[in-house]
């Protein structure tokens, strides 16, 4: 810790609270509708962190977990206590299932260490503690992710055990600073579609991307229980921004189809999370 950042001996209370995530939905049509939802009840945000550094140095880190009442008191409301002096504070929101491994390192830095991005929310703000005084904080955090959704055109067959993805660039790590992607070369992931044999399937997954707008190939493979791949489709130049959703909705069964794949594009709910 810079000890020329930080008044010794001083502290001030701090509390940081989630307010309703309010929620903006634009159709095609540019109709547009507002709502408001609690963050307890939100879904795709299961984890809440709040970090605070002076310099690269952490001063104060915590996760709260939805599900894991003992990390929190009320989830989404955080009190914690400052030496005076210049911090950042980073906030992410994240979705988090089992299995998941995530990691906040510095302002500039965090990442999804185990295999899946999950729908994440972030934003950084530069906080002065120059009093004792308590400090009620508000900052508002933006989708900073793109999504993939992949529909097939044609049933599930028998012995299909897993889709595996591969993103032409982006990155599993991102900057909380900026929300875009820290790397640019890419990353495998692997879905195992729920559908029943004969009836189409759809997987859904997340990035980071290096730029707002990229376009990238991806690569699908089906694959077997025995790991074996029985069939591989590649579509090309594949448009992405952040918080959009883009749809590749083809024939994944069938051998040779690759060129029938057809792409849409859509905006994703913008969800506004208020600090």
């Known amino acids: 810790m810079n000890p020329s950042n930080l008044s010794t001996g001083l502290s001030a209370p701090v ?33 809440l962190t709040l970090a605070f550094y002076s310099g690269s140095t952490e001063v104060y880190s915590a996760t709260q977990l939805k599900k894991n009442a003992s990390t929190f008191t009320t989830f989404g409301e955080f009190s914690l206590t400052l030496p005076l002096g210049s911090y950042t504070m980073v906030v992410i929101a994240r979705d988090s299932l089992a299995g998941d491994s995530f990691t906040l390192t ?12 999950r729908e994440t929310f972030c934003a950084t703000q530069a906080v002065s ?35 595996r993805t591969t993103y032409g660039v982006g990155s599993k ?26 009836a189409p399937i759809q997987v859904s997954s997340f990035a980071f991307l290096a730029t707002d707008e990229q376009t ?15 069939f591989t489709k590649v579509v090309n130049d594949v448009p992405f921004k952040r918080n959009r959703k883009t749809l590749l ?4 069964f069938t051998a040779g189809a690759t060129s029938t ?5 859509s905006w994703l709910d913008e969800v506004v999370i208020n600090f």
């Open 15 to 47: 509390f940081v609270h989630v307010s309703d995530f309010s929620i903006s939905t634009e159709d095609f049509a540019e109709v547009r509708t507002r709502t408001e939802v609690d963050p307890a009840t939100y879904r795709d945000v299961q984890a």
């Open 106 to 117: 510095s302002p500039t830095l965090a990442a999804f260490t185990s295999e899946k991005v």
């Open 129 to 163: 503690i120059t009093s004792t005084e308590a400090r009620d904080l508000s900052i508002t955090l933006n989708r900073v992710v793109t999504n993939l959704l992949i529909e097939s055109s044609d049933g599930r067959i028998d012995g299909v055990s897993k889709i």
């Open 173 to 198: 790590s991102f900057d909380p600073s900026t929300g875009l992607a820290v790397g640019n070369s890419g990353f495998v992931m692997t879905n195992s579609p729920s559908a029943a044999i004969g």
């Open 216 to 230: 990238m190939d991806i690569t699908l493979e089906v694959i077997d229980a025995s790991d074996q791949v029985l």
């Open 249 to 252: 909705r083809g024939p994944l």
């Open 261 to 265: 794949f057809t792409i849409e594009t």
